[in-house]
Structures are given as C-alpha cells and as structure tokens.
C-alpha cells in the first residue's frame, strides 16, 4: 500500500476543502471497501480525511420525506423501526448485504460508493479501463460470467455491486452532497453514470464533494416494495441479479409500479417501458411477460452471463407474484 496522509475533521465545509486540496484526496467513514482497495493497489489516496465526527448519521422521517445520513451504519438503517414498515425494500436490501460484522461498520454514504467487484478491476496486476483509462478491458473476452448486460459499452461491462442502491433507485431516491460549490440534490437516477468511453468516471460527484445524505419520498409506494436478491450462496456475496419493486394496486390493476434491477447493469437499471407495461392495466400473466420482454430489449449479453437475460426476468415474474399477492 503506498503511503498515505491522515486526518480528522468534524466541519463539513472543512472535510470538503482538505479533499478538494489534494489531487488524490478521499473521504474515509467505514473504510470496508476502501482499504481493501487500498491494499489490492486499486486506489492510492494520498490524504484520507475521516468523516466519522460529522454529525451526519441520523434516520428520521420530516415533511413526508425519509431523511438517511451519510454515515449512519448500514445495520443501524436496516433495524430502524420506521425502515422496517414505511420502507421494507430498503431494509431487505441492506440485510441482503455483506455480513452483520461489515453492516455494523459500513455507512450508507461509503455503500453508494463502493467500487466494482470485477475481478480485472481490483487485481492491479490487469488491465482495466475503469483503473488506467486506455489499458483495455480483458473483461469483454475474459471471464464475464458477474458483468452487464445492459448500459455496457466497449470501454468497460463492469456492474454496480450495491443492493442499496438498486433498493434506492426504485423509490425515486434523491443524494444530498456538499462541495468546493456548496450543497446539491442529485436525483439517484443522475447520480451514477454509464461507462461510455470514461468507465473511470462512475459518479457525477465532482472532486472534493461528499454525500451528506439520502432523502427517500414516504409514499404507499414504498410501503408495497420487496427486494430479491439472487446469488451463488445465501450470505456474504453480491448479486448475481437483483431486483427492488415497488408496487401499488386497486383490486387487479396496478395503480402505480416502479423497478430497479441490480447485477445487470453499471448503475441501478430501470426500465421505463417495463414499468408503463404493467401501469394501468390488471396484472395478468400477459402483463407480465409483456414487461419481461422490455426489460430485456436491446440486452447484449456475453459469453458467461446470457442466463442472466431469462434470470432477471424470472426474478421480475417471482416479485410481481409476491407484491401482486398471487
Ligand atoms: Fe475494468 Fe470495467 Fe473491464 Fe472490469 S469490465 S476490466 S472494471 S474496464
């Protein structure tokens, strides 16, 4: 690991100039990915500036709005009893996350930015766009069975490993930040970019600005959502696709719909053809295949991972069952 500075700082105004300052300056709150991509060689900060004394870690609902801070405990979020009934799809994706040990440790704030888990990406022995822009992406005719297949391009297929952000995304989430330029509101929907031709580019983040926060609308739709999480083993490992609904109907006919799909693509995936072939009309078998099918138009999966275009949409028809109460 090469060697880094450190420091403390309990003003947000303050944390944010000693990051913009350095070219390679970072914010440090868990740390749980952080220094492990630090020790693999993915990442050289040259100054962290610990965060943890800001006051930034409480969950309450204001003004129809659920407010998270940045550095509240993924475990803390997960067991808050407002989460729990108000938001279930949020606290079923951060159970569905890590390990009880990493959700203890590891902030809202560092989860929205954790990095991808492609294999080439954290071995600095391989080339990778997303580390060294111009170096290659060995992804595309290497072992590809965990990329995207959607929202790729031929610089990087890397996908976003956050469940939280996928649970986020479907309830139309908004990042609270502060930078060098004051505070900003960042749709989540805006906030994670595609890869293009700059995979090292992932957020619209601008150097030196932090998350302080996310605000979530507190709506029936959020209180009809579920999370699926499909994975190799039960615990302690990524998605292999996942999904986050959110669901509200009137007898048979769905009054109102929202999805995000995790695993298949580099930022959470919403489909607004898939959601407006279900809005308005009863939920039938038709219905759902009908959104099925658009969800996977213009998928381009590769050599390991075409099962993850009938998976996600097995998984949509799984959680349509459960929400529809079929
Ligand atoms: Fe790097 Fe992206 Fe290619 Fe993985 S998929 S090797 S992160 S460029």
């Given amino acids: 690991m090469k060697p880094f500075g450190y420091t403390r700082s309990a003003r947000a105004s303050e944390a944010v100039g000693l990051v913009a300052a350095r070219p390679e300056g970072s914010f ?17 900060p040259d100054l962290v500036v610990d965060i943890n004394d800001l006051p930034l870690s409480g969950v309450a609902v204001r003004d129809g709005r659920l407010r998270i801070g940045a550095t509240a405990r993924m475990g803390d ?24 040990q990493v959700r203890n440790r590891a902030t809202i704030g ?25 170096s290659g992406c060995p992804a595309l005719k290497g072992q590809n069975r ?20 996928v649970a986020l995304s479907a309830l139309d989430a908004v990042v609270l930040t502060l930078g060098p330029d004051g505070p900003r509101s960042l749709p989540l929907g805006d906030f994670y970019r595609l890869p293009g031709a700059t995979p090292d580019r992932e957020t619209a983040l601008r150097h030196g ?14 209180r009809s959502s579920r999370y699926l999480k499909v994975r190799d083993r039960a615990t302690f490992e990524f998605a ?33 053809e898939a959601e407006e072939a279900l809005r308005g009309r009863p939920l039938t078998d038709a219905a759902v295949a009908s959104a099925a099918r658009e969800l996977v138009r213009g998928a381009r999966p590769r050599e390991h991972n075409a099962f993850k275009v009938e998976l996600v949409q097995r998984a949509l028809a799984d959680i349509l069952a459960d929400l529809g109460g079929q």
């Fill in 28 to 44: 440090i709150a868990g740390g749980t990915d952080l220094l492990n991509l630090m020790k693999d060689g993915a990442v050289a």
């Fill in 77 to 100: 979020v997960a067991d808050h009893p407002v989460v729990g009934e108000r938001f279930p799809v949020l606290s079923q994706a951060l159970l569905a996350s890590a390990s009880p």
């Fill in 110 to 134: 560092g989860n929205l930015m954790q990095r991808t888990r492609c294999w080439y990406f954290r071995d600095a022995g391989s080339p990778c766009n997303k580390r060294e822009p111009g």
């Fill in 146 to 165: 965990w990329h995207a297949i959607q929202g790729g391009s031929d610089h990087c297929i890397a996908v976003h490993p956050s469940d939280l952000a």
């Fill in 209 to 222: 600005e932090m998350i302080t926060g996310i605000e979530i609308p507190d709506s029936p739709l959020a």
């Fill in 240 to 272: 292999v696709v996942s999904l986050a609904a959110a669901l509200t109907m009137k007898g048979r006919v769905v009054t109102d719909v929202r999805f995000a799909f995790g695993g298949i693509a580099p930022r959470p995936w919403r489909s607004a």
